[in-house]
């Protein structure tokens, strides 16, 4: 007995000293109001859609483990959703946010809490908009900090800074895209890039459109880069520095040094920068990456790395980076190859080394008639040769209330018709249309292969799926050879993401385990693409444990 009550006694101890050390979970509240803000950018002043007046918006902070509730309102005449691109959303696809996937749009006055707890990550993501183009001002961050006294798997850095990459037009973007939309063309290319919603002094009336970083030297930063942009994948440098990743898309790196780094719509890069100057200020700058022969906005946005102690004068002088071409596929392609998970004892990477379900989608371009347009036909895109409608309802409500005619679960494993995917274009450059959606079950292992196409034009695309992340195994120019491509796989520790890039001319092939039920929509990322229909999404079926069915909608989910 009095051996028992020593050992009880020593247990209750180690408890004690413990508790203080447990990581106890919060609730992180925060309230969103969309509402018209007059913003003034390269000469321009106009009223954008913004959360709390702020371009960019406020950044959300969490721990992993925390529960999030963001009261979003709608003070503006367009409908919005809020889409936490990149959480995971275990069982809660009702606050993923995709219009008319998800949830129905939250009408002009009305309010809806999106509610989700973070389990598993830590690091940086991104919010935005997912209805409309307007996640053009609509967007900003989310940083997802480790549990308490938990070490990043690297070196502790001075102090961190988020830095957003995104696009601005002068005119109101809605107007335009309705215009081409009507009739059958392209969308305008924005007027300028920006860093954290400014353009830099590269632009006319650059005063006080410059976003400033004022850093130490000999000191260690974590930047948080993230890109926000519509339609353009970017490369960041900055002038005379290194960077090295140690984080893409909220999943740990082994570390890489890199001159520059290149970033899709929807990804986010973690990078440290080492302050090894003692004075001086630099430009950091973001320009366009696209190796297809396509209009864009190749302007560079830039901002200024500013060393404290700097003496500045009219004619103190700024380094500029010497960032890569604008169709440097060579080192886009290098840097992307590049990427390792950290795969380490505590950071796994959990590669499925077995498939239940293989897919094949082509992605690429179509010209379909539209007897009302311009030239008597409109540009669409397609996966698998079919063009995404979507519903008048969301899909998850369609699939939870078994609601028949919404969609039909029968998009297929494979493209229709086998041809040289990247070689002369077919001579029939129509697609089909429909709200066709891939049947997962629960748990299965599934391996995606993306095979960019010829028709109209080879170009990238940025892929992003909700509710998981994936393993990117393997990637290459020209036709996927399901006979020989898997062979140099890698499965052994692969970047881990949850948006990849398609290369122009080529394909990606990715894997994930089905574990999240519910509704998961996959699309391009550029939002000329996704509007033209280069979308589709996923029925994940419910499993058998209790914990792995879709949980009940909340209350307040908005009506369409």
Known sequence: MAIQ??????????????????????????NFNIQLQK????????????????????????????TVLVNVTNHVKYNITIHWHGIRQFRTGWADGPAYITQCPI???????YNYTISGQRGTLLWHAHILWLRVTVHGAIVILPK??????????????????????????ESIVSKAQSSGESVNTSDAHTINGKPGPLFSCPTKDTFTLSVKPGKTYLLRIINAALNGELFFDIANHQMTVVEVDALYTKPLQTKSVVIAPGQTTNVLLFTNKKTGRYFMAARAFQDAPLPL??????????????????SSFITMPKIPSINDTLFASNF?????????????????????????????????????????????AAINNITFVKPTISLLQAHYFNISGVFTPDFPDNPPTTFNYTGNPLSNLQST???????????????????????LSTENHPFHLHGFNFFVVGSGIGNYNPNKDPANFNLVDPPERNTVDVPK????????????????????????????????????????????????PPKDLPKC
């Open 5 to 30: 009550s020593t050992i009880s006694l020593v247990v209750m101890m180690v408890v004690a000293v413990l508790l203080p050390f447990v990581a106890v979970a919060k609730t992180r509240n925060y």
């Open 39 to 66: 913003v003034s950018r390269l000469c321009h002043t106009k009223s954008i859609v913004t959360v709390n007046g702020k371009f960019p918006g406020p950044t959300v902070y969490a721990r992993e483990g925390d």
């Open 107 to 113: 009408q002009t006055g009305q309010s809806f809490l």
């Open 148 to 173: 308490k006294r938990a070490l990043y798997p690297f070196p502790k850095p001075h102090k961190e800074f988020t830095l957003i990459l995104g696009e601005w037009w002068n005119v109101d973007v």
């Open 297 to 314: 906005n190749n302007q560079t946005a830039t901002a200024i790395l500013q060393y404290v102690g700097t003496t500045i004068t009219n």
């Open 336 to 380: 992307r190859n590049s990427l390792r998970s950290l795969n380490s004892i505590k950071f796994p990477a959990k590669v499925p080394k077995s498939v239940d379900r293989h897919l094949f989608f082509t992605v690429g371009l179509a010209i379909n008639p539209c007897p009302t347009c311009i030239n008597g036909t409109r540009l669409n």
């Open 433 to 455: 249309s429909g709200t066709r959606l891939t049947r997962i079950s629960y748990n299965s292992r599934v391996q995606l292969v993306l095979q960019d196409t010829s028709l």
């Open 505 to 552: 001319g080529g394909w990606v092939a990715f894997r994930f385990k089905a574990d999240n039920p519910g509704v998961w929509f996959m699309h391009c990322h550029l939002e000329l693409h996704a509007t033209w229909g280069l979308e589709m999404a996923f029925l994940v079926e419910n499993g058998k444990g209790l914990d792995q069915f879709v949980l009940p």
